[in-house]
Nanobody, 127 residues
């Protein structure tokens, strides 16, 4: 399994970006997937997840501004980011994880929940 992010870049505050994550070699029909981000010197933060049942979870920091989605046919996970602010500057990672389980949603933004990671893509938001 390989995950590859793309779409990062530099944007001014108030702007938007759309990240993509192609997941090659993925054959599971039940799964969680998520987006994480990391600022240098800080822990990686999970902020958006999606599972194969269509359920989505967002951290308060991005709720209403970011949207996670997927195109199963293209094996691609997306992150639409609107109303970007400088605090969104980070390296963004996509992650793929275990099958959907009862109670699994409570772990969906936890780094330890995921076993497959992309290499990351830089997003820089200037004021």
């Amino acid at each position: 399994v390989q995950l590859a992010e793309s779409g990062g870049g530099s944007v001014q505050a108030g702007g938007f970006l759309k990240l993509s994550c192609e997941y090659r070699g993925w054959t599971y029909s039940s799964y969680y997937m998520a987006w994480f981000r990391q600022i240098p010197g800080k822990e990686r933060e999970g902020f958006a997840s999606l599972n194969s049942d269509g359920s989505t979870i967002y951290a308060d920091s991005v709720k209403g501004r970011f949207t996670i989605s997927e195109d199963n046919a293209k094996k691609t996970l997306y992150l639409q980011m609107n109303s970007l602010v400088p605090e969104d500057t980070a390296i963004y990672y996509c992650a793929a994880g275990p099958p959907v389980i009862d109670g699994g949603d409570q772990y969906a933004l936890s780094e330890l929940f995921y076993g497959y990671w992309g290499q990351g893509t830089q997003v820089t938001v200037s004021s």
